[in-house]
């Protein structure tokens, strides 16, 4: 990594993407193992499980962010809060184990990359796609499962959601489907009618 040291006057924007893609290809690389190891055990649901409260965790814990990648906590002290974790959300002793060698290599910090990488690969081997969906209220139940219906009848595959809530958005829905954006915010409608006025005006 020398030339992220010598930048220069972009150093900040490079830095930060370079340290992003430096935090994805490490995550791949314990994902890919992870992954092959749960796939070899016949332990991809359990993975699934472990991964989903990983993820919802990390999520919903400003405290587990903080333990992951604040320098403050030594690699003693983050072994032993994720053992502690591992145990507290009965995680499977593949994914525990794994969770106590990223802690001994200094390495917890990919761990939102890491959790991504192995709900897409899980995605990927079940025939299903990840929608990533934005509302301004948490779905129902019953909305969640009309809302894969209807994705699933749109790309013609299982869908799965990961769901998160933003309020700004007022109502409506942001769903991600791979590359494809649909917005149906009534934020994004106001922002067009604003648009469309200022053409006007």
Do not use: C, W
């Amino acid at each position: 990594m020398p030339h992220a040291a010598i930048q220069g006057s972009n150093f900040g924007r490079d830095d930060v993407s370079e340290s992003a893609s430096i935090s994805s290809g490490i995550a791949a690389r314990y994902a890919t193992a992870l992954f092959e190891l749960a796939k070899e055990s016949k332990g991809l649901k359990a993975l699934e499980g472990d991964i989903d409260a990983l993820d919802a965790a990390l999520n919903s814990s400003a405290d587990l962010k903080a333990l992951i990648s604040s320098p403050v906590y030594s690699r003693e002290d983050q072994a032993k809060a994720v053992a502690a974790i591992a145990v507290k959300m009965g995680l499977s002793a593949l994914s525990a184990n794994t969770l106590a060698l990223m802690a001994s290599k200094r390495r917890l910090f990919v761990l939102p990359h890491l959790t991504r990488t192995v709900q897409e690969m899980i995605s990927a081997e079940k025939g299903e796609v990840t929608a990533e969906v934005t509302s301004a209220v948490k779905l129902s139940a019953a909305q969640a499962k009309e809302l894969a219906a209807t994705l699933k009848a749109r790309v013609g595959k299982d869908v799965k959601l990961k769901t998160a809530v933003d309020e700004s958005l007022i109502g409506g829905l942001v769903v991600k489907l791979g590359s494809t954006m649909i917005d149906t915010s009534i934020k994004a409608k106001l922002a067009a009618l604003q648009n469309a006025m200022k053409e006007v005006g």
